[in-house]
């Protein structure tokens, strides 16, 4: 059904035989990235074939004016893009003034593309034949240091087949680039300056508008056959262009190897002043550093990762690919050292959905970083919104909310909204409740309260203001209800009384309430300063918000005994995606977009996404008969969706349905289910397959502040294995049909239960309730 021309491995994406249909989309799979900077995996050397060009640094953006035909006031006056910056991956080969480009040659041959996903290395080969019917043979390996984030390297070897020659090499970097997405087809960087700085070619860029400053330098060094040579190179300079070009003899057999050295450095990071003098320097380090060296401890640094955040399945080796690619994708795009960056829904893989920070972040992408990383790199996601404050005030405050009221952006940068569908900027509101609630999952998950003095507070405390300022009394319903909102479905536009946005936001004041309990126990000094920095009159305020929960307005059907998505939901035809013909699929694409909002179809979870979020305060049962009436009605056209359908059927004992969400995900983009992977990977729903494996079939809960497994193996599973950070220790569990068998690799003592059975294990100890453990 799919067009699988990737193969199966454990730990690498391989590509066989050069079909240029194929290249857009590997361009997009065998990305790779640093959390500081990553790229799309072009060609070093030229290619005139179809190719989406891209090489992305975190946190540079532009605002890119708002196109739409009908103006509305509140409208966000641009919609943000992270931009396509300097092409530093150039290398121009000629074979006696003929140009190697596999769009032209007469043969491709041995070709194979391959991304070590444990190395974090992408690597390529070929042989092509050239229209004169010289054959060359190239080698290509490069890596962006996830050890040196401002550094990007490359080795690249050609070797004549049945030719002696000359072969020029041309090393370049390219400023002068655009944006695929770019609304008015403008060029968003313009010049500074080029040339030559302490022996290193660069060249210095700024973003329009932004006024981000960029420069790119690069050192190159050549050998022959393992034996240096002198780079008697001749240098060019032009409008955001360098390159150094040098030619040599080389006989038939012979390799000719490059290696380039790139750094990459921002004013984000570095004053203006100093941005060339650094970028060449940083540039001349890492050649004398050498390949190799940047190679091992680039390398050694990806297998650490692995030993926490690794997840092996026995017995299914699709399934084993596609998990290690999604967490591969998730550590390369998020490091954490940098509290002013997140996680973009294409990451470093293309510009669709401009590369900014959705809810995705902490609905999805926080449990993963939670488990996997650091207590501080969950939290600096945290800190993230919290820098973001203001802005979320300021957006409030747009829409016609006082009083530190607090809406959180759609889409955004730097906190700005910068989203443009009306349905999505002024009604999709339900997002401020994922921001809580990421505050409420880092919080149970680390024990650090003292986040809350620290601004999480300030955050619950200004989307509290503005779910209080939101709802309205009805005196027909005699309760608060909340008019005119879009839900996580967005196949529904200004509805009344979506269920999830009701609830969450009610938990939200209660969640809110208990944090400001908690720091007048343990932290009344700061809680004095946030008092007097936020005018907060806890005992109006909280009046307010404590009759508002008491009196939220749900709507449910006692009949059927499931709470209803919105007011008015069992007026609509009552079918299930089954009753849909596969011409049909998805609706998005074959249905005008009345007919969607007419429909009983569900996009994503959006009633099952409140059971997720609140699952440690619902029954079982309930669950499941909330399930039952909406999982059947659900088209899953997100990638959002199937995660976490995923976690509630293994939970509610639906194996097999459990299992066939899993697929949905784990699988998506390797085997390009939606037929849309050349423009960019699906980063924040990689999360969701961490979710369910770990979540879902590994049974993880957070309940009463302590660590719960219920787990549930698939049956096409032999044995799954994963670990979790866990408040100081490392705990790795195992499940097999047998059971599960939890060992403490190191750090503190952990106090977790298997299926209800307690256990209390040290360092170096395990607990199992596997069948063997008993005999």
Known sequence: ?????????????????????????SESLFSIGNGRMGQRANFEETYT???????????????????????????PEYFAKVLNSCNWIGIQVKVDGEELDLNTATEVASFYRELDMQSGLLKRSFEA??????????????????VQDEIGTISYSVTPKNF?????????????????????????????TQGQEAGA???????????????VAMRNSISLDGAPQDWG???DAKHMFVSECACYEV?????????????????????????????????????AQGYEALRGEHVAAWHNKWITSDIEIDGDAEAQQGIRFNIFHMNQTFTGVDDRLNIGPKGFTGEKYGGSTYWDTEAYCLPFYLATAQPEVAKNLCLYRYKQLDKAIENAGKLGFTDGAALYPMVTMNGEECHNEWEITFEEIHRNAAIAYGVFDYIRHTQDWGYLAEGGFEVLLGISRFWSQRVNWSQEKEAYVMLGVTGPNEYENNINNNWYTNRMAAWTLEWTLEAHHWLKENAADALSAITSKTALNADTEFAKWNDIIAKMYYPKSEKLGVVLQQDGFLDKEQLTADDLSLDERPINQHWSWDRILRSIFIKQADVLQGYYFLNHLYEEEEVKRNFDFYEPKTVHESSLSPCVHAILAAQIDYPEKAYEMYLRTSRLDIDDYNREVHEGLHITSMAGTWMSVVQGFGGM????????????????????????????ATLKANLTAEGMTIENVSGAPAKFAIDGQWFEVAAGENASTAAAAHA
Request: aromatic share 12%; proline share 4%.
């Open 49 to 75: 074939g179809e190719s989406l060009q891209g090489s992305y640094i975190a946190g540079v953006y532009y605002p890119d004016k708002t196109r739409v035909g009908w103006w509305k006031n509140g409208y």
């Open 701 to 728: 809960k957070i309940r009463d502040e302590e660590l719960h497994f219920t787990p549930k193996l698939p049956a096409q599973w032999k044995g799954l294995t994963f670990s979790i950070l866990w408040r100081g």
């Open 129 to 146: 034949t050239l229209p004169s019917g010289k054959i060359v043979a190239v080698e290509a390996e490069r890596l962006v240091s996830i």
């Open 233 to 235: 190179m001749s240098s």
């Open 201 to 215: 070619s660069y060249v210095h860029a700024k973003t329009k508008k932004t006024g981000f400053e960029v420069t």
């Open 251 to 287: 006989a038939q057999g012979q390799t000719l190897k490059l290696e380039k050295f790139a750094a990459v450095l921002s004013s984000m990071n570095h004053d203006v002043a100093s941005l060339d003098a650094k970028a060449a320097a940083s540039a001349t380090a890492a050649a």
């Open 1 to 25: 059904m799919f067009n699988k021309y990737t193969e199966v491995d454990p730990w690498k994406i391989i590509e066989r035989g050069w079909d240029s249909e194929n290249h857009p989309k």
């Open 164 to 192: 002696s020659g000359k072969i020029e090499l041309c090393s370049y970097l390219d400023f002068d680039v655009e944006n695929e997405d770019s609304n008015y087809d403008e060029k968003f960087w313009e010049p500074v």
